[in-house]
């Protein structure tokens, strides 16, 4: 969430919002009548299939992940009037598998106290707020509220931390008389994107934010008073940039049933491959202090299009899935789409693993599995194998690499010589995607400026498995169920049609790969 120094372009459109919205707005539906009149309107150029888009207009930042009586609901930063970032709203959309979307009305509004930015959402069953009751329990959210005009004027207290409260489960939404709920006496000036949850053990609920360079910590009894407890991470982590949309969570450690505690931070700029990035922390948290003994960042995605992403609250006990905003802020407002911008990553579910450091491991959820239809599935490929089909842009495409690995490339083009190549630099020990010639490349110098790399040391003698997901505009590379992952934008002019597979001494084992269906079928009149 980056305010892209766009304030004073928008603020004679907040000043309209709040003159006509006020503190209760009520919800607008997304644009359905623009979208009615084009046709088609989800099978746009560019626009994914699989992945989760708005109907219309901008997207960043995913909000408020929450689960409740079978349903996922998605909130997101949205701007209703543009395609490009303005005055920040809470879009939503809801799915019962975390794969097929159905987008819902806005939710959230700017008002007089400012835009509506990054922030969470939880179920407070008990109903410690008063706000709901325990046979109707208030899904609650918390957010950043960014004051343009003080940021304008040059104070530093522009942004503080609000709530609202909702009794039918994301439809409607009200906001709390008494905001903001966390104010900001200390004229910080980068304070915001709140994380809430339940913390179990000191039955209290835990709010983390984040203030320019570190993280900071409060509690709460009843969501409503917040006490400041701790920070954490002014002399730990990457500080490259601005630190970000903060989400903090406990996995039990699938090797030895250890639990510890993660800490994500999104980072702008400060990534490995440039820009945006999200770094993350093994530790223990007390309640009130989370301290870690790592040394050096770990990232949980090396690609440049993984930003913001969080975790769901609300879900069984050692599960946590985690969706980010696939985009990069070096580039995000230019990326070649006309009526929506941006696409969110792919749900995905993390888990922790200890091998001589902790370490974070994401694949797909597996309910994608159930909108693929196999294509083709072959024993061997060999180096200088040609496969074709008539797209590639829409399909999971998975193979192991046996024994020791060593140097090869999987190279996808079309026939105007557009390509995108995934390749293994076993010298340097670190897998490369190269996006340079992938297709519309021109509309900003950092989205194709480099080769971007990806640190992996391959096992001695064991195989090596990679998946692939390839979209209209997307590639998302697991390797070794998630050890390392890599997110990329790509804006091909037309499809990919031809695979080949180049090494000097690999071959490819286990090849297979399958259509992803569209999860907008049922979607086109929305």
């Known amino acids: 969430m980056d305010s892209q120094t766009l304030f004073m372009r928008h603020l004679i459109c907040l000043t309209l919002l709040i003159a006509l919205v006020g503190c209760k707005t009520e919800p607008k539906a997304p644009e359905t009548e623009s979208l009615a009149k084009r046709e088609n309107p989800f099978n746009e150029r560019f626009r994914p299939q699989y992945h989760f888009t708005p109907p219309t207009h901008w997207m960043n930042d995913p909000n408020g992940l929450v689960y409740h009586n079978g349903t996922y609901h998605l909130f997101y ?146 969501l409503k008073d917040w006490t400041y407890q701790s920070d954490f991470g002014k002399d730990q982590g990457a500080h490259g940039g601005v630190w970000e949309c903060p989400d903090l969570f406990e996995l039990e450690i699938g090797e030895t049933r250890e639990k510890k505690w993660v800490l994500l931070i999104s980072i702008n700029p400060g990534a490995p491959n440039g820009g945006s990035g999200t770094q993350y922390f093994v530790g223990d948290f007390d309640g009130k202090k989370f301290t870690s003994t790592q040394t050096e960042p770990k990232w949980i995605d090396y690609g440049t299009d993984n930003y913001a992403g969080v975790t769901y609250n609300n879900m069984p006990e050692n599960e946590r899935i985690f969706i980010g905003w696939m985009s990069n802020w070096n580039y995000a407002q230019k990326t070649p789409t006309q009526v929506w911008r941006s696409a969110m990553t792919l749900s995905r579910k993390l888990s922790l693993h200890k091998a001589a450091d902790y370490y974070l491991k994401s694949i797909p959820v597996d309910a994608l599995n159930n909108y693929t239809e196999l294509a083709e599935k072959r024993a061997t490929v060999r180096s200088g194998d040609r496969i074709t089909e008539a797209s590639w842009n829409d399909k999971k495409l998975s193979f192991t690499i046996p024994g020791t690995l060593t140097d090869f490339k999987v190279v996808f083009s079309n026939v105007l010589g557009e390509s995108v190549c995934i390749a293994y630099d076993a010298e340097a020990q670190q897998f490369l995607l190269d996006r340079t010639h992938s297709g519309l490349t021109d509309f900003e110098p950092r989205f194709a400026d480099q080769v971007h790399e990806g640190p992996f040391i391959a096992a001695t003698d064991q195989p090596t498995t990679l998946t692939l997901y390839l979209d209209r505009s997307s590639l998302e590379l697991f390797v070794n169920e998630g050890e390392l992952v890599m997110t990329e934008q790509l804006f091909p002019t037309q499809p990919y049609t031809e695979l080949l597979f180049e090494s000097p001494d690999q071959v490819l084992t286990n090849f297979k790969y399958a259509t992803v269906k569209s999860i907008w079928t049922n979607n086109q009149n929305q």
Do not use: C
């Open 77 to 222: 930063q949205y701007y209703p009037e543009d395609i490009v970032w303005g005055p920040m709203h809470w879009g939503h959309a809801t799915s019962t598998d975390l794969v097929d979307w159905e987008h819902q009305a806005v939710a959230l509004f700017p008002d007089e106290l400012g835009y509506i930015f990054s922030g969470s959402a939880v179920m407070d069953i008990q109903n410690t707020s008063g706000l709901g009751t325990e046979d109707k329990p208030a899904m609650v959210a918390f957010y950043t509220y960014h004051d343009a005009e003080g940021e304008k004027e040059g104070r530093n207290d522009f942004q503080t931390q609000g709530m609202a409260f909702s009794l039918d489960e994301g439809e409607t939404w009200t906001k709390y008389e008494g905001n903001p709920v966390i104010g900001n006496p200390d004229n910080i000036r980068d304070f915001r994107d709140p994380k809430v949850f339940w913390h179990e053990a000191s039955k209290r609920w835990v709010l983390v934010l984040v203030a320019g360079d570190h993280a900071k910590i409060y509690t709460s009894p009843n």
